[in-house]
């Protein structure tokens, strides 16, 4: 939403409108873009076999698409506009009223989030770029889900997935935590979106494991990375994106924002470095793919906290990353976990990494880390900042399980309706043929012909 004044930039700067503020949201906005694509692109396709890479880069770069039409039309209202008030309770601020934020208007004016908006200071850029740098949040959690589904879900079933689940269920968690609704007014806290995008996409993606099926039995047993370095080249892609992934998220190039970023650092150098030790210790080897979950949990982890927490707070997150490491290697062994087949195990890094981070907010928060200073020409102006279990406030750590409680439940309901519902239009899983032969059968040529399999066209029908 836009506040309709000072619509006229090319006679004289609106009052509002602030450089500093402005440049480093486009930039931090491009950061977030870059995690997507190439980030997870070439990540994705180093860490997957050859004859899959080039179909999880182009898993990756559809969703950025399709992602960026749907929220400019509908998907940013409803996280981010007047709510609907379908009814009284949380159903009065459960999701915002749909609609394009394309006009002139909508681009030009000075963003705000209406429900939220009295409780931050004004916003110092224009609604265009609030629009775009929550769009590449929006973009990148379907793009997780997808390491869960990589190496057998169909192409078309894929592209009917990503909007319909953005604009609904994505569009739900955020307007409740983000938008000013009721897990805002509850009192939880997400600081850039351990909640509303990790957790969310380590739940959906896990269900959509579930409901699609699992990956043909030889490439579950032999399923080894075709380019490590690659998969580095995408990791610390990620890695250094991430700064404006948290880093952009006080809205303002303020002293939180440099906060937010040292400690995103902090949090994951020290969770790789706990995931590297344990895996040394577990098997007396350093471990690649592993030392880049660690980068990702850490990341994950830090990610709800990032300007609620200092120095010593980001340490903590980092260390408290060692709960997805032993999930992933002990939990993971349960049979009731093996029937899952989650490829990249986003499960762990995304999901539980981002229920611990979100519940580590609740704990280390440190009320002196201020996201936002009083403004003492604004009367009534007071600053903002969140009290952790460990400062004396136990009430935020319960509102941290009572918002991870409803991301969880609205993940797993939303995602498997909508699953069985593309079901009934076309299959969710792609065929036999085209399991065994990868990107050759179904896109028709191979990403790097003379390197395996030969390359040139082939009939395909997906």
């Known amino acids: 939403m836009v506040v309709l004044a000072d619509l006229n930039p090319y006679l004289e700067a609106p009052k509002w409108l602030n450089s500093g503020d402005t440049a480093w949201q486009l930039t931090a906005a491009t950061f977030v873009g870059l995690q997507s694509i190439p980030g997870l692109a070439i990540l ?16 990756v770069f559809y969703a950025f698409a399709s992602v960026l039409i749907v929220w400019s039309l509908v998907g940013y209202n409803m996280s981010f506009g007047n709510p609907m008030k379908l009814g009284p309770g949380i159903l009065s ?40 740098f929550q769009f590449v949040f929006a973009a990148i959690t379907p ?17 009917i997935f990503v909007p319909v689940w953005s604009a609904i269920v994505y569009s739900i968690g955020a307007f409740s935590m983000w938008g000013g609704g009721w897990l805002a007014q509850l009192g939880a806290v997400d600081y850039s979106g351990g909640y509303v995008i990790h957790l969310a996409a380590g739940v959906s993606g896990f269900v959509a494991a579930a409901v699609v099926g699992p990956r043909l039995l030889a490439d579950q047993r032999d399923f080894q990375p075709n380019n490590l370095i690659m998969a580095f080249a995408g990791a610390g892609i990620l890695w250094l994106g991430w700064n404006g992934f948290n880093g952009g998220d006080p809205f303002f190039a303020n002293s939180d924002a440099g906060a937010a970023v040292l400690n995103t650092n902090i949090a994951t150098a020290t969770a790789l470095l706990v995931w590297l030790v344990a895996d040394m210790f577990m098997t007396g080897k350093p471990n690649a ?8 949990a850490g990341l994950v982890a830090i990610t709800p906290a990032a300007g609620f927490v200092n120095g010593y707070g980001a340490i903590a997150v980092g260390v408290a990353t060692i709960i997805p490491w032993l999930t992933l290697n002990y939990l993971s062994r349960w049979s009731v976990m093996k029937k899952v087949d989650d490829t990249f195990s986003v499960l762990h890094t995304h999901g539980v990494a981002g229920l611990v981070g979100g519940l580590m907010a609740g704990i280390v928060a440190d009320p002196k880390m201020l996201e936002y200073v009083a403004n003492k020409a604004v009367r009534g102006s007071s600053d903002v900042s969140v009290t952790g279990w460990y400062y004396g406030n136990f009430a935020q750590f319960v509102h941290q399980a009572e918002a991870a409680a409803f991301i969880i439940v609205l993940n797993i ?5 909508l699953l069985k519902l593309i079901a009934l239009v076309v299959p969710l899983r792609a065929t036999e043929d085209h399991m065994e032969a990868g990107d050759l059968a179904i896109h028709g040529v191979d990403p790097i012909p003379g390197f395996g399999t030969s390359g040139g066209p082939v009939n395909s029908h997906a």
């Not at 459960?94 to 004004?122: C, K, R, W």
């Not at 997780?144 to 894929?158: D, H, T, Y």
């Not at 793919?289 to 990702?296: A, Q, R």
């Not at 309901?413 to 309706?417: F, P, Q, S």
């Open 44 to 59: 994705y396709a180093g860490l997957v076999k050859k004859k899959w890479a080039l179909n999880s880069a182009l898993m």
């Open 93 to 132: 601020a459960f999701l915002g009223m749909p609609g394009p934020a394309l006009s002139a208007t909508s681009e030009l004016a000075q963003a705000t989030i209406p429900l939220a908006a009295g409780g931050m200071p004004e916003l110092h850029f224009s609604g265009a770029v609030m629009v775009f």
């Open 143 to 159: 793009i997780l889900i997808a390491g869960s589904v990589l190496g057998r879900m169909n192409f078309k079933a894929w592209m």
């Open 289 to 296: 793919v592993s030392m880049i979950n660690g980068m990702i």
């Open 413 to 417: 309901v939303g995602t498997y309706v």
